[in-house]
T-cell receptor, first 113, second 110 residues
Framework: EPEVTQTPSHQVTQMGQEVILRCVPISNHLYFYWYRQILGQKVEFLVSFYNNEISEKSEIFDDQFSVERPDGSNFTLKIRSTKLEDSAMYFC???????????FGSGTRLTVV | DAKTTQPTSMDCAEGRAANLPCNHSTISGNEYVYWYRQIHSQGPQYIIHGLKNNETNEMASLIITEDRKSSTLILPHATLRDTAVYYCESTGNSGYALNFGKGTSLLVTP
């Protein structure tokens, strides 16, 4: 069964550093998403991406965050100047169409120290 | 404001059917109802979705009331591996992306 692949599985970074989280969506999917989950809290929507541009974003997704699809396979989330409160699991997801179910990756655990 | 409401937790005996309810009285006529689950801290797993008609797949059945104000996810023969948080969601207030609530924590017991 096709999977969404996320790397790395765990990233530790110092406060103030920039991190890039990587995702390989399912190949025939057209919609891409990033979500995050702070330990013990809800899964929160960050951003959706379609046709090489952001289609929706939440209030969380401010100027500190950016997304990119640098080639035909990768979808990245960049977090600039990380803060302690950015520590969370970050999940990438993709879907074939807007109304279809999403396939989620297994996540990247980001720890900011 | 959340568009869906679910009980906080439920128990089910192994081998029995697990029936998870969801109220979504404010969703509009063209908004789908989606069910996902999250086992421990893994990524959410898509289960099923529907608009008006009942749906069934290899994982579960989805029963949607005729007025679309509520639905029930049915796991026909629950196993211990079905212990998870189950989310009933619709699209967001201002767009199409899913916003996850707190879900129902289902505990399947031996």
């Amino acid at each position: 069964e096709p999977e969404v692949t996320q790397t790395p599985s765990h990233q530790v970074t110092q406060m103030g550093q920039e991190v890039i989280l990587r995702c390989v969506p399912i190949s025939n999917h057209l919609y891409f998403y990033w979500y995050r989950q702070i330990l013990g809290q809800k899964v929160e929507f960050l951003v959706s991406f379609y046709n090489n541009e952001i289609s929706e974003k939440s209030e969380i997704f401010d100027d500190q965050f950016s997304v990119e699809r640098p080639d035909g396979s990768n979808f990245t989330l960049k977090i600039r100047s990380t803060k302690l409160e950015d520590s969370a699991m970050y999940f990438c997801a993709s879907s074939e169409d807007r109304d279809y179910g999403y396939t989620f990756g297994s996540g990247t655990r980001l720890t900011v120290v | 404001d959340a568009k869906t409401t679910q009980p906080t937790s439920m128990d089910c005996a192994e081998g029995r059917a697990a029936n998870l309810p969801c109220n979504h009285s404010t969703i509009s006529g063209n908004e789908y109802v989606y069910w996902y689950r999250q086992i421990h801290s893994q990524g959410p797993q898509y289960i099923i979705h529907g608009l008006k008609n009942n749906e069934t797949n290899e994982m579960a059945s989805l029963i949607i009331t005729e007025d679309r104000k509520s639905s029930t996810l049915i796991l026909p023969h629950a196993t211990l591996r079905d212990t998870a948080v189950y989310y009933c969601e619709s699209t967001g207030n201002s767009g199409y992306a899913l916003n996850f609530g707190k879900g129902t924590s289902l505990l399947v017991t031996p």
